[in-house]
């Protein structure tokens, strides 16, 4: 089965991720490679993160503390080493570990009395982090928000708050630190307004990019192309000037049927999407996606 068109042409690796017996997926929210191809997934499970080689073996699992808000995932290398940062739903909750399961920190929400007055206000969706160390939080599912912090876990700034004029958000599902141009600039996935925000790393608001996108749920930048995944049933590239290369994938109107996402295993067809929640990319150009699905969905589509 091949997807895409031009030179974006794939090819699906069925079955890929090898699961052990008795290692069942929840619903499948993030997914990141490390720098040797190695593949993290983000599930709400006992096994909240299962680590796979490029080639789907099963290395490991952990994070049972995870298994009921497993939501964003965030690969960063800092020095030598790489480390996952993590948002918990359920517990509100960001962490930074180790790739191996080690909980470095964790950072519940922050102390702004005009936008929170309970916990459960909070409810953090996804991480990017800036060359110089700055972290960005994105509070999708709580009060629309952006919060900036610095590599020692020291608050800097907010902005943000539900709406749709520019600077407001209305679901600010997935976040990226995009690279590509002169300066870093920060994308957000302003899902609710199905769009790209684009601000500076200062949080001022640059501009939008709305072509072709349903629901788009976060960015993975690899070289000088932007992947996204759209929870609509699709994954779209973008070239460096944001304009859709390919959609992959496609699978019109499936999300108008009254058991989406959740559709039973024969009416998940290979080469179509169900609900591409995130991906990733590695140094292959190899696409990894997993979907918003109660009993996961995991894609590898090989790079031709």
């Known amino acids: 089965m091949k997807l895409g068109q031009g030179s974006h042409v794939y090819e699906v690796v069925e079955n890929w991720a090898k699961l052990p017996q008795g290692i069942r997926l929840g619903y499948t929210h993030g997914v990141v490679v ?41 690969m960063s290398k800092e ?16 962490v930074k570990a180790t790739a191996n399961g080690e909980i470095l920190w964790e950072l519940g929400r922050p102390e702004l009395a005009d936008i929170y007055q309970r916990e ?26 952006i919060h900036q912090y610095n590599s020692k876990v020291e ?11 520019p600077g407001q958000l209305d679901c600010p599902h997935g976040i990226w630190v995009d690279t590509r141009g002169a300066e870093p600039l920060l994308l957000v996935a302003d899902r609710g307004n199905q769009r790209i925000q684009r601000f500076t790393l200062d949080g001022d608001h640059v501009d939008f990019v709305t072509a072709e996108l349903r629901l788009p749920c976060c960015c993975y930048q690899f070289g000088d192309e932007m992947y996204i ?13 944001n304009r859709v290369i390919t959609h992959i994938g ?11 996402p959740n559709l039973p295993p024969e009416d998940l067809l290979i080469g179509k999407f169900v609900a591409p929640h995130a991906l990733c990319v590695d140094s292959c150009g190899d696409l990894y996606v997993v979907e918003w699905h109660e009993r996961g969905r995991v894609t590898k589509l090989r790079r031709l």
């Open 34 to 74: 490390d720098s040797r191809d190695r593949v993290y997934i983000f599930n709400q499970s006992e096994n909240a993160v299962l680590v796979f080689e490029q080639d789907g073996k099963f290395m490991n699992s952990w994070g049972r503390e995870f298994a009921k808000g497993a939501h964003g995932m965030f």
């Open 79 to 94: 020095g030598e080493d790489e480390y996952l940062y993590l948002t918990d739903l359920d517990r509100h909750l960001v």
């Open 120 to 145: 459960e206000q909070y409810q953090p969706t996804d991480v990017a982090v800036a060359p110089n160390g700055d972290f960005y939080i994105c509070d999708g599912y709580g009060q629309n928000w």
């Open 155 to 165: 608050y800097i700034r907010s902005w943000g708050g539900k709406g749709s004029a």
């Open 229 to 241: 995944p759209d929870l609509l049933a699709r994954v779209t590239i973008f070239d460096r000037s």
């Open 250 to 260: 496609d699978n019109p109107d499936i999300w108008k049927r009254k058991d989406w």
